[in-house]
């Protein structure tokens, strides 16, 4: 995801250096080459050789560092940077950048970037609601320099209140947002992601294993390149992607009265939600007993919601979704046709690699002009990203 990005982490001094190590790690792990450089005050905190250990790469402390200033300076580093990442941030250094004053390594080193600035503060509550701390940040925010605002709890210090560094998870989602090209900008984008309940008494219900991974990886996807993006999801346990309107359901119906609610707001919608096809015909109100050795559930065919935009009149860009184990283009083909669809991405469910509940998806795209894509396996982020890009190529040409 962030493979070939260089990015330099500046570790300002405060308690909350040790998590600037969680966010070094998640930004390797995605591929990035990370520079570490540490103020005075941070060393007191963490080790250099932690980070070093962790980047791979020398971490900067001293301006002066006549070897160091050799190997890559701190010029060459600013230059070479593609996003600079404070974390955590200081109340010192933040009004250092803000004044201007470069006077160690990681001040003079912002200063000498062109690559965007993301910084975390983190600080006592009381110095995070200071009105000169207030006008710095403001003024670096006017200047485009990005914040991930701290959040509330217990601080360090003792008080309760807001100056918690973010959650490095936050950090990197921000991070990587920053990176993305914003080609979605100005668009509104639907996915409807998991499973449909579909309940039979008060507590069973008829399902599926959808764990909505795919959907949820669109949708983070999507607002990490600039769109709106409403995620209408059925029960999954994931946690919510930063920057989405999520809108919870349950049953198909109700997922077909959201979706179609607000189908009209939408450039483009991508149906990956696994919708129960049918429901029970009657939902009993109280839980049903065992009286029988022999029980049966009568169903009805649930609303095919993605049938129903496809019927729309000016419908959006429409992407479907088909889990099939045999046959997998045919199939998919025809359902691309039956409900009037732009793509639609067909997973081969009979391999474990692929489709309900793991991370990775092996699909291939067809197209309403008959063209198809194959995707090898890759992660289900990746594959996000493939199935962006063409919606992104296709708005951008209407
Ligand atoms: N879909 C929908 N509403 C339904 C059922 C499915 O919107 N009631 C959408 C899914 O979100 C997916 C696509 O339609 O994008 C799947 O097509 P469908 O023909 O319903 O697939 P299957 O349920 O797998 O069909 P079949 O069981 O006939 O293979």
């Not at 200033?69 to 230059?79: C, N, P, Q, V, Y």
């Amino acid at each position: 995801m962030l493979k070939g990005k260089r990015i330099i982490l500046g570790v300002s001094g405060g308690i909350a250096a040790y998590k600037a190590i969680e966010l070094l790690r998640l930004l390797t792990k995605a591929g990035a080459e990370v520079h570490v450089i540490m103020t005075r005050a941070a060393q007191e905190f963490v080790t250099p050789l932690t980070f070093q250990t962790l980047s791979g790469n020398p971490v900067h402390t001293e301006l002066f560092n006549l070897i160091a200033e050799r190997e890559i300076g701190h010029i060459s580093l600013a230059d070479r940077a593609d996003l600079f990442i404070i974390a955590p941030a200081t109340a010192n250094v933040i009004g250092k950048i803000a004044g201007g004053i470069a006077d160690d390594m990681l001040t003079t080193t912002v200063m000498a970037t062109k690559a965007p600035v993301l910084i975390a503060p983190a600080m006592n509550v009381n110095m995070f609601t200071n009105p000169i701390y207030r006008e710095n940040e403001e003024k670096l925010r006017r200047l485009d320099y990005r914040f991930v605002p701290p959040v509330s709890g217990s601080l360090a210090c003792g008080w309760e209140g807001e100056g918690k560094l973010a959650p490095p998870e936050t950090i990197f989602e921000e991070a990587v947002a920053a990176l993305s090209p914003k080609d979605l900008a100005g668009r509104t984008i639907m996915v409807t992601a998991g499973p449909t309940r579909e309940e039979i008494d008060p507590v069973r219900y008829i399902s599926n294993h959808s764990s909505g991974k795919m959907g949820y990886a669109l949708a983070r996807s999507a607002a990490r390149r600039g769109a709106r993006v409403i995620l209408v999801s059925g029960p999954t346990s994931l946690s919510p992607p930063s920057g989405v309107e999520l809108l919870h359901v349950t049953s198909a119906c109700e997922m077909r009265d959201v979706v179609m609610a607000r189908a009209v707001e939408c450039h483009a919608i991508i149906k990956s939600a696994a919708v129960a096809d049918y429901r029970p015909v009657d939902r009993n109100a109280d839980k049903i007993k065992k009286n029988s050795e022999r029980a049966s559930v009568e169903l009805i065919r649930n609303p095919d919601i993605l049938g129903g935009l496809g019927r729309m009149d000016k419908r959006p860009y429409l992407v479907g979704f088909a889990a099939e184990t045999a046959m997998v283009s045919e199939y998919a083909a025809k359902k691309l046709s039956e409900k009037n669809l732009d793509m639609i991405v067909a997973n081969d469910d009979s391999q474990p690699d692929a489709g309900f509940n793991v991370d990775t998806n092996r699909a291939l795209l067809i197209f309403r002009d008959g063209r198809s894509e194959a995707c090898s396996l890759m992660s289900k982020d990746d594959l996000a990203g493939r199935i962006l890009d063409h919606i992104a190529a296709e708005l951008a040409s209407r």
